[in-house]
């Protein structure tokens, strides 16, 4: 055994060992302080005496002597139990070596090294494990001197291309890529000057002979130290995780495509941010063509042909010219069994082709990169629907693809599939929804004798784009209009169509000229059935899941009309907040209402308020999304800023459509709280000229009178084309006035836009035009003014009823 820990490489060497030697009849001769120390017996109790005393069982002798005589030269080992001086046992490895007779006076025949057999079995497994460790063929090990060249390698070594048979004495500069070589040369010196291990260090390996991609390796080092503790080299480890590194890789990628896909719901969006993912990290070259109809919302056939025409989307990556095509159509994957069952085709060695020449059997999508030396496609495929393809080129020096890369370019694809099928399906309920909005609400101008309208609608739901506010400009008899706002609670397409049945009842009884205050207890009535009716629905439904929204949980609404003729304004609000106005001299003020209660409360009245506004005002509608400030909705604040806004907005000296944007801008960004509606309005009168009036007697001899005031008068207006159907409208209405109503009748001429003719008389039943038989001398008259009119009606007045008839103006 070695007398110090810092030399035990080897249990059986001569220095320091405990030895004996023994002559041929087996008596120790010799005694080393080794043995001495290893038994704790002295040479002078051991030497002299048979060598069988030392055994633990000296019946065993025997067969220490047969192997003795069998060892030959070369000598053997074995393993022994002693007794130790302390009375114990102590099991021994030891080595019999033989020695010449003329050693020692010729008398000794053999010496015997002995260790304890712990120490013994150590170093075997120690010897073992070294061996086994070179001779292995998963990692690769080297050694590595003090000047970084190689002194021991195993067979696996860095097994690529380029790579010598014969490291020995090589540097890694010999073979590999000067930049790989410095980089592990650098982390190695590190390890040999400052002795610190080098653990888990990743890097690439690339080869002289052939640097494309080259490996991905973990490097492990410590270094070798000399017996005096002097550094004598590096023992390095080298584990090759390129497969480890190209799966995490596509872990990564496919996390990342898979987050670019959730990130919009537009179509052309999904697909832009899913190549920017895959190109370059994935494939030099990326393109996603969908099918045309995809963007409209639509869903292609499920038994479409498999060469449905494409539309190139999206492209990322070099090269990129020579696959933008604006919005050229491709021909899809050819048909065959991959494109039936939605798989994904690979075709590599493009850049063995003879330049300029084809190849038969590559599609031709895979050629459509200069440069390219391997292409795959797959299919967008969902629920047994193609939706388009994905495509990637690799060029340059990149390593070609592979059948693994093709299996995670089709899980890209079936998961990018279902974000376009999702985004699709939104378009297509979005076109929906904002459809139905705009053929809910007016055009967004307006132009009538009477003003100039212009407005804006923001729905706080901007993904669908609808929502329950709603405005319109009705136009009415007698050259009036009426300005409508209102806003029903809640967003979506419930409001959406709450909306449409109460802006149709707004204008179906706006038809029937009823004053503001009446138009607005017809409406309420009519919310309180609908919510009548959908709470019987409810009840007779039970509890089957979730409640589905039904009638309106409140809406508000501002009517008001207004009459260019005089420059009145009568509105009457329900629950809704008050008008702007906007004088000519470029005040504002807030139009003081006695609002109502909110549609659908029912029991109580509205009170109309009347107001003259000034031509050249500007009347401000809106919802209270418009108003509303913070969290709590500060209602007069949000006054005040409205008030603001419009001065800023110049609404008085710039166009209405120009205005309007600027009263809505910087709105809080995101998503509002409300919906915002604005409706701006200009007021405008008719002339005093376009105006004529006339008080006649309730005799029928002023009928005539009256036919020759009309034509007069058309004629100063050069409208002597309409004389003739004029003449006769004028004298039906007023001989109906004067036999059915009596007392005094107003008839008055208004030239705007059209020619309105009116007939105002006491009486407060209201004409009904029928069909006269054929032996009936009257009962023709409001068919014949049906017959010469653009359209015609009658409206109650506050003194009885006014009559009155329309035809179009001809063009100068």
């Known amino acids: 055994m070695r007398a ?13 060992t405990a030895a004996a030697l023994l002559d041929d009849a087996g008596t120790v001769v010799g005694w080393t302080p080794a043995a001495e120390a290893l038994l704790e017996r002295r040479s002078a109790d051991v030497c002299g005496r048979p060598a069988r005393e030392l055994l633990a069982d000296a019946g065993s002798w025997e067969a220490v002597l047969a192997r003795s005589r069998d060892g030959g030269t070369e000598g053997w080992e074995g393993r022994a139990t002693l007794r130790h001086g302390s009375g114990g046992e102590l099991e021994i490895g030891f080595r019999v070596v033989p020695l010449d007779g003329g050693a020692r006076g010729g008398a000794a025949r053999c010496l015997v090294l002995g260790a304890p057999l712990e120490l013994v079995a150590q170093w075997r497994q120690d010897h073992a494990f070294t061996h086994e460790l070179f001779l292995q063929g998963r990692v690769g090990l ?10 021991r390698t195993n067979t696996h070594l860095l097994p690529y291309t380029g790579v010598p048979f014969e490291l020995k004495g090589l540097r890694l500069a010999d073979f590999l890529w000067a930049e790989d070589a410095r980089t592990i040369d650098d982390r190695l010196r590190e390890v040999l000057h400052g002795g610190s291990p080098l653990i888990g260090f990743n890097t690439t390996a690339r080869t002289l002979d052939d640097p494309r991609g080259g490996r991905a390796v973990t490097i492990q080092a410590f270094r070798l130290q000399e017996p005096d503790g002097q550094p004598m080299g590096v023992a390095t480890v080298f584990t090759d995780v390129t497969d480890h590194e190209r799966a995490r890789g596509r872990l990564d990628l496919l996390y990342r495509a898979t987050g670019a896909l959730g990130g919009s719901l537009s179509v052309p969006r999904t697909v832009e941010d899913l190549v920017a993912v895959l190109a370059p990290t994935f494939g030099d070259c990326a393109a996603v063509d969908v099918a045309e109809t995809v963007l409209t919302g639509g869903e292609p056939p499920a038994d479409a042909p498999l060469t449905l025409p494409l539309i190139r989307m999206a492209v990322a990556g070099a090269e990129t010219d020579a696959l933008r095509t604006g919005t050229a159509h491709f021909p899809a994957v050819p048909a065959g069994p991959a494109a039936r069952e939605c798989r994904g085709e690979l075709v590599t060695g493009l850049d063995d082709r003879p330049a300029g020449a084809g190849h ?19 299919p967008l495929c969902a629920r047994g629907i193609r939706f388009g393809r994905i495509t990637l080129w690799r060029t340059g020096d990149a390593p070609p693809l592979d059948a693994d890369d093709l299996a995670l370019l089709e899980e890209i694809a079936a998961r990018a599939a279902v974000a376009v099928d999702n ?34 609608y923001l729905p706080a739901d901007a993904d669908s784009g609808v929502g329950g506010d709603w405005f319109d400009v009705i136009p009415l008899s007698s050259a ?9 609670a809640g967003h979506g397409l419930h409001a959406t169509a709450m909306m449409g049945r109460l802006r149709s009842a707004v204008r179906a009884m706006a038809d029937l000229e009823l004053e503001p205050e009446e138009l607005l207890a017809h409406v309420d009535d009519m919310v309180l059935q609908v919510v009548a009716e959908a709470e019987s629905e409810d009840a007779e439904d039970g509890d089957h899941g979730p409640p589905l929204p039904s009638g309106p949980a409140g809406a508000t609404c501002l009517y008001a009309v207004y009459d260019p003729v005089t420059g009145n304004c009568v509105m009457a609000s329900a629950g809704h907040p008050p008008p702007a106005v906007v004088g000519p001299d470029g005040t504002v003020e807030y139009v003081e209402l006695s609002p109502g209660p909110p549609l659908g409360v029912g029991g109580w009245p509205f009170e109309p308020v009347e107001r003259e506004l000034p031509a050249g005002s500007v009347l ?8 509303e400030r913070g969290e709590e909705g500060d209602i007069d604040q949000g006054m005040e800023d409205l008030a603001a806004r419009l001065l800023r907005a110049d609404v008085l000296g710039r166009p209405l459509r120009q205005a309007r944007h600027d009263i809505v801008e910087g709105l809080p960004p995101g998503r509002l709280r409300d919906d915002v509606t604005l409706l701006l309005a200009r007021t405008r009168r008719v002339e005093d000229g376009s105006l004529a009036t006339w008080h006649l007697e309730a005799d029928p001899a002023v009928v005539a009178e009256a036919r020759h005031l009309v034509l007069d008068q058309l004629t100063a207006w050069d409208l002597d084309e309409l004389a003739f159907s004029t003449e006769l ?19 008055r001429l208004i030239r705007a836009d059209t020619l309105t003719c009116e007939v105002s008389d006491s009486s407060n039943t209201q004409p009904r035009m029928r069909r006269a038989r054929n032996s009936e001398e009257g009962g023709r008259g409001l068919y014949i003014v049906a017959q010469l009119s653009h359209r015609w009606g009658s409206r109650y007045t506050t003194g009885g009823k006014t009559v009155w008839s329309e035809q179009s103006v001809p063009l100068a």
């Open 4 to 16: 110090t820990e810092s030399n035990q490489d080897y249990p059986f060497a001569v220095t320091n």
């Open 142 to 151: 080297a050694v590595f001197d003090a000047d970084l060249r190689l002194l």
């Open 360 to 378: 038969d059997g590559d599609p031709e999508w895979a050629g459509a990169v200069p440069g390219a030396h391997s292409a795959m496609t797959a």
């Open 423 to 456: 985004a699709r399906r939104y378009t297509k309920e979005r076109r929906t929804a904002v459809g139905l909005q705009r053929s809910l609400l007016p055009p967004a101008t307006a132009e009538t004798p009477a003003l100039e309208a212009a407005s804006v």
């Open 480 to 488: 009036r209009v009426a300005l409508v706002v209102g806003d029903v």
């Open 620 to 627: 401000a509608l809106y919802t209270d999304g418009l108003i």
């Open 729 to 747: 409208i004028v004298s039906e209405l007023v001989t109906n006035a004067i036999r059915h109503a009596g007392g005094p009748v107003r008839l």
